[in-house]
């Protein structure tokens, strides 16, 4: 057990310094090349893998810091992959302006970029007084493109909400605070590649994206979802519910209905919930 949580340490309008701390929670059914991952702390866990400096560790190992300011942001990567599993992280982001602030939790493959199997939460930072935008994608055998963005319906900056991965040979469930906001079924049988062959590690990283990351323009610088996401291949009548509640209240973007980027929806749209 290694969930999430933002502070942001700013004067006026410059990009100052930026601190996401971060514990993990996971469940698994595959670990490669381990079988089992027992608990330990992030060192044994993970590594940073950029912005060494501009990472910290709590004394006991279970918890850490990582910033963003203007000289670098930082990332960390799990030692070891994983083939389906259920990953959760908690967060409370940065309050007031973090326009441009890029918060990255994410599930991928290594290798090569042209076979790359990738699920992402992405927390696009917001000017003052406008909300965040969550935005997931998924990325199968190295094609993505395939972007949904919604309006969290809580504030994010006030507590700490869990976001989470569940990866079944079945389906991939992304969820908040166990309600689910996007699926992403297999969908082998129509000719859509899915994610069923490749580990992935676990990943997490806060770096300045103001090129493209607030709300679509450029700008200046607590527990596991339910258990039984190990063998089921459809939701449940009260998780669509939630997920068609959250599609159409909070969605903002949906690639399946941009008919400027796509001639025709994507095959996947057709059979997604």
Same mark, same amino acid.
Request: charged fraction near 15%; proline fraction near 5%.
């Given at each position: 057990?290694?969930?999430?949580?933002?502070?942001?340490?700013?004067?006026?309008?410059?990009?100052?310094?930026?601190?996401?701390?971060?514990?993990?929670?996971?469940?698994?059914?595959?670990?490669?090349?381990?079988?089992?991952?027992?608990?330990?702390?992030?060192?044994?866990?993970?590594?940073?893998?950029?912005?060494?400096?501009?990472?910290?560790?709590?004394?006991?190992?279970?918890?850490?810091?990582?910033?963003?300011?203007?000289?670098?942001?930082?990332?960390?990567?799990?030692?070891?992959?994983?083939?389906?599993?259920?990953?959760?992280?908690?967060?409370?982001?940065?309050?007031?302006?973090?326009?441009?602030?890029?918060?990255?939790?994410?599930?991928?493959?290594?290798?090569?970029?042209?076979?790359?199997?990738?699920?992402?939460?992405?927390? &696009?930072?917001? =000017?003052?007084?406008?909300? %965040?935008?969550?935005?997931? $994608?998924?990325?199968?055998?190295? !094609?993505? +493109?395939?972007?949904?963005?919604?309006?969290?319906?809580?504030?994010?900056?006030?507590?700490?909400?869990?976001?989470?991965?569940?990866?079944?040979?079945?389906?991939?469930?992304?969820?908040?605070?166990?309600?689910?906001?996007?699926?992403?079924?297999?969908?082998?049988?129509?000719?859509?590649?899915? &994610?069923?062959? =490749?580990?992935?590690?676990? %990943?997490?990283?806060?770096? $300045?994206?103001?090129?493209?990351? !607030?709300? +679509?323009?450029?700008?200046?610088?607590?527990?596991?979802?339910?258990?039984?996401?190990?063998?089921?291949?459809?939701?449940?009548?009260?998780?669509?519910?939630?997920?068609?509640?959250?599609?159409?209240?909070?969605?903002?973007?949906?690639?399946?209905?941009?008919?400027?980027?796509?001639?025709?929806?994507?095959?996947?749209?057709?059979?997604?919930?």
């Amino acid at each position: 057990m290694v969930a999430t949580q933002q502070h942001a340490y700013s004067s006026g309008t410059a990009c100052c310094c930026f601190i996401l701390f971060i514990t993990i929670h996971i469940q698994l059914l595959f670990v490669v090349p381990a079988p089992m991952l027992n608990a330990g702390t992030f060192q044994d866990e993970f590594d940073v893998t950029w912005g060494f400096d501009h990472v910290t560790t709590s004394s006991d190992g279970q918890a850490l810091w990582l910033m963003l300011d203007n000289s670098s942001g930082s990332s960390m990567a799990s030692k070891r992959s994983y083939l389906f599993g259920s990953v959760s992280m908690e967060m409370k982001l940065i309050p007031q302006d973090s326009a441009g602030v890029v918060t990255a939790y994410y599930m991928a493959s290594t290798g090569n970029a042209e076979t790359r199997d990738e699920l992402d939460f992405e927390f &696009l930072g917001n =000017q003052s007084g406008e909300p %965040y935008i969550l935005q997931s $994608n998924v990325y199968a055998r190295g !094609t993505g +493109g395939r972007e949904q963005r919604i309006n969290l319906w809580f504030d994010p900056t006030q507590d700490f909400h869990a976001y989470s991965f569940s990866w079944t040979p079945h389906h991939i469930l992304f969820m908040v605070d166990e309600v689910p906001i996007r699926v992403f079924k297999n969908g082998e049988k129509y000719g859509v590649p899915y &994610l069923n062959t =490749q580990a992935m590690g676990i %990943y997490s990283s806060i770096w $300045n994206g103001d090129e493209w990351a !607030t709300q +679509g323009e450029v700008s200046e610088c607590k527990g596991f979802p339910n258990p039984s996401w190990g063998s089921p291949s459809s939701l449940t009548a009260s998780q669509l519910a939630d997920l068609e509640r959250v599609k159409q209240s909070y969605m903002v973007y949906d690639y399946c209905t941009d008919s400027s980027r796509y001639k025709s929806a994507p095959t996947e749209c057709s059979f997604n919930p």
